[in-house]
């Protein structure tokens, strides 16, 4: 069974750094796109970065400049680095991935990390 495990998330003062960090755990043949997004209360769940397989990387406007997504194929992880947090940044944040398995392609999503800017 394919699962992804998010971790990182916590409280921070704005300007801070967190990183986040997922892996794809379980069995299947190859993970595509990996990315980020957000939900923030009463809000939609909104794309926040997004990488693909060969590194070729895309983010919400809201973020540019101050994150940055990488992925390891070895490990099948995603991180998103998050510089120069702001109040606006606090969601819950939930990794997603296209993963490649025996029975098909298929999207999972994390359990979701909570993110809280505030001092």
């Known amino acids: 069974q394919v699962q992804l495990v998010e971790s990182g998330g916590g409280l921070v003062q704005p300007g801070g750094s967190l990183r986040l960090s997922c892996a794809a755990t379980g069995s299947f043949f190859s993970i595509d796109t990996m990315g980020w997004y957000h939900q923030a209360p009463g809000k939609q769940r909104e794309l926040v970065a997004v990488?693909?397989?060969?590194?070729?990387?895309y983010y919400a406007d809201s973020v540019k400049g101050r994150f940055t997504i990488s992925r390891d194929n070895a490990k099948n992880m995603v991180y998103l680095q998050m510089n120069s947090l702001e109040s606006e940044d606090t969601a819950v944040y939930y990794c997603n991935a296209h993963i490649l398995t025996a029975t098909g392609p298929y999207a999972y999503w994390g359990q979701g990390t909570q993110v809280t800017v505030s001092s």
């Open positions: 990488v693909t397989s060969d590194g070729s990387s």
